[in-house]
């Protein structure tokens, strides 16, 4: 509309696709992202939902299959207790009504499930209406998380390996019949960070359950999104599409940038958005139709014959809701707690990082070991994040000794960095051997002080002027300080050292 | 209690299609009379007071039927792909797929 008003006053092209631009970030502001989130969960279980097959990922292809989970006539599902329970410590973790439920058949043709259909809970949820808090403080209400089974692993071969140009596919069924609980967000969720946000904060809620291993990489946890876009202000939502593929926190924050993109612009054009299912092209960068509304499946459920209704009694609910850890809020105030008095910005977000990857328990033992919190929570949130598989398999104690090493002086900030680097590549170690073996001695605090007083009499303007209260000169002596001793000073030796100088 | 609309030839057509199954006119004919009387049998079920009885999930008056989560053997690999039509580096070989998983 824009571009044609612009056209009409006899402006050339270039102005009409600048005031194009300029109309669309003004109407950007004037739209509201909506979405909600389908997450699923694999279950930690020994075996699949429901046959005594192995639950592993990562096996030989189809060495974990029995008739049960290949369909073939004649076998029977039973249902892992196991599984059960760990579905309802999600329930209780996101403050749902833990419910009697019931399981049905979910008809499809697609090789990924031999028996042409999914075992899966329809109208009667195991759990139902939760909510899920962020550390940002908003809530996303949890519409229901129910059980259902997983399917085969369906690779497509062809020259390019996308679905559309393959020849064929191979199937592996060790995954089909691996326990799910598929947890559905309401539609409350308000831009691409907070739905990443969300993911976050519940992976950290299903790890903490023991429910699951948090594993996006290897696809523990899926995630498709239903994204629509509204007028500010307006209440009813927009026409919705279904996004599927995202493999990571990343793609999940593109995609939903990128389909509510394509739909502000849709709406604007046309008016109106086609429901459909897209899928999340990665290296494109954008999503591409998948399925049409009038294409969706017709999946024909119907009770699963097979299988009895589950009513786990009372005293099974308050076991698995005794059962339920620590939770991410939990353990966020319990860090901010050892940090004694109010955490600065940093370390609100150092926290936000350690429990999201689940280092925390590190940061508690070292602080046992006697660390100082803000020196064991912030090399947890850089040196022990950055090196996560690494870090999720150290010994606390030797994290611990670190963390008390640099507290007292005896390694400097980089060198206990060096040091933990060290200690994540070898899988573990003796802290005060590698440090000894790189030459880490500390200054003891006479040949500190020397050298401090050696530096203040090299600059005695500098130190006139530091004197009279110029405090960023702190930063040159320390400086000054470190090139001296080639780095082995602590910082903050130096510091304490400067101020008792001046006074 | 209303009467649901009688089965008609669309809807045979439709359920036919779900089922990947490919009717021939005649076929549609013969299987929506059929049909039509498997469903009006079912229905006379409406035609009894339930009122006052609970809905369930299932006829038998069980619940909870469980196993413990402890791994048992499955079957062997040669033996199960020897029952497929098709094999390829010890999974199942499946004709090209037109789109995504449900």
Redesign the interface.
């Known amino acids: 509309m824009s571009a044609a008003g612009a056209g009409a006053d006899g402006t050339s092209g270039s102005a009409v696709s600048a005031a194009g631009a300029g109309a669309d970030r003004a109407d950007r502001a004037e739209w509201e992202t909506v979405v909600g989130l389908e997450v699923h969960c694999e279950l930690e279980t020994q075996t699949k939902l429901f046959c005594g097959c192995k639950n592993a990922f990562g096996d030989e292809p189809n060495t974990n299959v029995c008739p049960v989970c290949l369909g073939l006539p004649g076998s029977l599902p039973v249902l892992n207790a196991f599984a059960v329970e760990l579905a309802m410590r999600i329930g209780e973790a996101l403050h749902c009504e833990v419910r009697p439920s019931s399981f049905h058949r979910k008809n499809y043709f697609y090789p990924d499930m031999p028996k042409d259909y999914q075992i899966s809970q329809y109208d009667e949820p195991i759990n139902v209406g939760g909510w899920l808090e962020l550390p940002d403080g908003s809530r996303v209400g949890i519409e229901r998380a129910h059980l259902e089974e997983d399917t085969g692993k369906t690779t497509h071969q062809g020259e390019t390996g996308r679905i559309h140009a393959a020849d064929y596919a191979l199937v592996d069924y060790n995954r089909a019949g691996v326990p799910l609980v598929e947890i559905v967000s309401r539609p409350d969720i308000r831009s691409s960070a907070q739905a990443r946000l969300y993911v976050t904060e519940l992976r950290a809620v299903l790890v903490a359950t023991g429910a699951s291993d948090g594993r996006m990489e290897e696809g523990s946890l899926r995630v498709d999104a239903n994204v629509s876009v509204r007028r500010v202000g307006a209440v009813a939502f927009g026409t919705r599409c279904e996004v599927k593929n995202l493999n990571s926190l990343r793609s999940l924050g593109r995609a939903i940038d990128h389909e509510v993109a394509r739909q502000v612009a849709l709406v604007e054009a046309t008016g109106t958005v086609v429901q459909e299912t897209r899928h999340w092209d990665e290296n494109a960068g954008r999503t591409v139709p998948l399925r049409s509304k009038e294409e969706a499946f017709d999946y024909r459920y119907f009770p699963e014959p097979d299988l009895v209704p589950l009513a786990p009694g009372s005293d099974w609910r308050a076991r698995a809701a005794r059962a339920v850890g620590l939770l991410p809020s939990a353990r966020r105030e319990r860090l901010a707690g050892l940090l004694g008095g109010a955490p600065t910005p940093q370390q609100v977000d150092q926290v936000h990082v350690v429990v999201a990857q689940g280092l925390d328990d590190l940061v508690v033992a070292a602080v046992a070991q006697g660390a100082p919190a803000g020196v064991a929570l912030v090399r947890a949130a850089n040196e022990l994040a950055a090196d996560l598989g690494a870090a999720l398999v150290l010994d606390p104690g030797i994290f611990g000794r670190v963390a008390v090493m640099e507290a007292q002086g005896e390694l400097t900030a980089t060198q206990a960095k060096a040091v933990l680097a060290e200690l994540l590549a070898a899988g573990g170690g003796d802290p005060a051997a590698i440090a000894a073996e790189k030459g880490f001695e500390a200054l003891s605090e006479g040949s500190l002080a020397a050298v401090v007083q050696g530096v203040v009499e090299a600059h005695p303007e500098e130190w006139s002027r530091y004197s009279a209260g110029e405090d960023k000169l702190a930063g040159f002596f320390t400086g000054q300080v470190m090139r001296a001793t080639g780095g082995k000073a602590d910082g903050k030796a130096v510091a304490a050292e400067l101020q008792r100088l001046r006074r | 209690m209303s009467e649901p609309p009688s089965l008609g030839r669309d809807d045979v057509a439709h359920v036919a299609g779900?089922a990947?199954l490919s009717l021939s006119e005649e076929e549609l004919d013969m299987f929506t009379g059929q049909l039509a009387r498997v469903i009006d049998h079912a229905r006379d079920v409406s035609s009894l007071d339930v009122h006052d009885v609970p809905p369930?999930?299932?006829p038998?008056p069980?619940?909870?039927?469980?196993?413990?989560?402890?791994?048992?053997p499955?079957?062997d690999?040669d033996e199960?792909?020897a029952a497929a039509p098709d094999v390829?580096?010890?999974?199942?070989?499946?004709?090209?797929?037109?789109?995504?998983?449900?």
């Open positions: 779900l990947r369930t999930a299932h038998l069980v619940r909870n039927v469980l196993r413990t989560d402890d791994p048992c499955g079957l690999r199960v792909l390829e580096d010890g999974r199942f070989k499946v004709p090209r797929i037109v789109g995504e998983a449900p």
